[in-house]
């Protein structure tokens, strides 16, 4: 079984594959900190619209959060009170799945499996039933498309689910990619397009010429730019990088998985399907991801026996085959979080971009995100669909505090 505080499976084959060293160029149009799905979504894009492209990465492709995830799409199943705001740009962004999806394949030259059965969100028992009906409500107030079902309605669309599944919600336009297929081709996709990608190079400063960042600092020497994009993740709200006026309110948040091998004889499920403890997504390399805790305990490496447990226990209580699959890989994983879940896409001074706090919808937003990126390069502002998630509302908010 392979343990890892970041992700398993199939990630190292594909990365090893296709990821030659690269030495430090001296300058860059743009230089992108952090090799994670939005740093090298918005590199991918900015390298189609002409620009030359410099990766650089801490540690290896994907290590930070975007290794670890399970690939849901599912703006329906994860709409929550307090979701709102955020509505609005994960439908966008999922509207452009299918485009991104094209494109990306086609100039990898890899699949990254696109799955479109929707999700499956259940209740067992009254109490839960009850949040399921308010859950749906909201999703019908939201204009979310979403189907109530009986337990036997459930049942015929996911026949291995136990018996005494009373209720669920059909979301049927959530999708899923394969997390470890994307990164893939988004490396080869950056590679093709000419994106120098470096690996185990921490940008340890921004180099600042007056008021406008004009590169980076790393311990390979500098790199010019005209533009630094911040994709550093969960590590963009630390002190370090960033002078204390521009610090971004982002935390990491620990999620742990695991992924479990199905076969002729344990049988799979065909949509994700959600529960209040887990949720589960197949995959159609056969590999079943059950996920996700909700940690918030700083940069604390690793997965524990509590987190597998409460994992393990969530998906037999609704799959009760679980027992007969065996155990591939447990790891975890740092969503960036901002205060409002939201991500932050924003110019932060002259020369300087950033993209993060993406959550637990970093798929989800990857590619409004990186369009959003290259149209701020490009025209120095955001599309309108990104407007509201500059950093000033945070700034806004806090004002509105201070003076209520
Ligand atoms: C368990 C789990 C399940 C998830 N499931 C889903 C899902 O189903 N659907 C969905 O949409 N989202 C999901 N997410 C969220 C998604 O994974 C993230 O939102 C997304 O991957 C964030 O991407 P990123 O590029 O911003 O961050 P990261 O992937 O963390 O990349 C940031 C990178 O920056 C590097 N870095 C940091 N500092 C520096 C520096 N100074 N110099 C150089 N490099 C630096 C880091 O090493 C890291 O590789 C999940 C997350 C987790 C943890």
Redesign the pocket.
Known sequence: MDVSSSAPLNLRRTRGDVLPPAALPARSDVVV?????????AAWRLAQAGRTITV???????????????????PAA?HEPGSDPLLPLALESLSRWPGFRDDLQAAAGLEIDYREEGTLVLAIGRDEVERLRFRHDLQVRSGLEARWLSGPEVRAREPSLRPGISAGLFCAHDH?VD?SLVMAALVRACLKAGVVIVEA????ALVWSDARVIG?R?GGGEVGADVVLL??????G?A??LPETLALPVRP?????LALRTTKRTGTLKHMVWTEQV?M?PKSDGHLIV???VEDCGFATGVTAGGLYALLEGARRVLPGIEEMAVEAV??????TSDDDA?IIDALAPGLLV????????????PATADAVAGLVANGTLPDYARAFGLARFQQASERRAFA
């Open positions: 900190v952090g090799a994670g799905l939005i740093g090298l979504s650089l990465e801490r540690d290896t492709v994907g290590a930070g959060a975007s290794l670890a995830a399970t690939g849901m799409l599912a994860e899923q997390p190079c921490p940008v340890e980076v790393t994709a550093s993740g969960a590590w963009s630390e370090g990088l948040l620990r999620g742990q998985s949720h997504a996920g996700a805790t790891w975890s994983g740092f969503r960036p991500p993209a993060t706090g993406h959550h637990r919808n970093g798929y989800l937003l990857a």
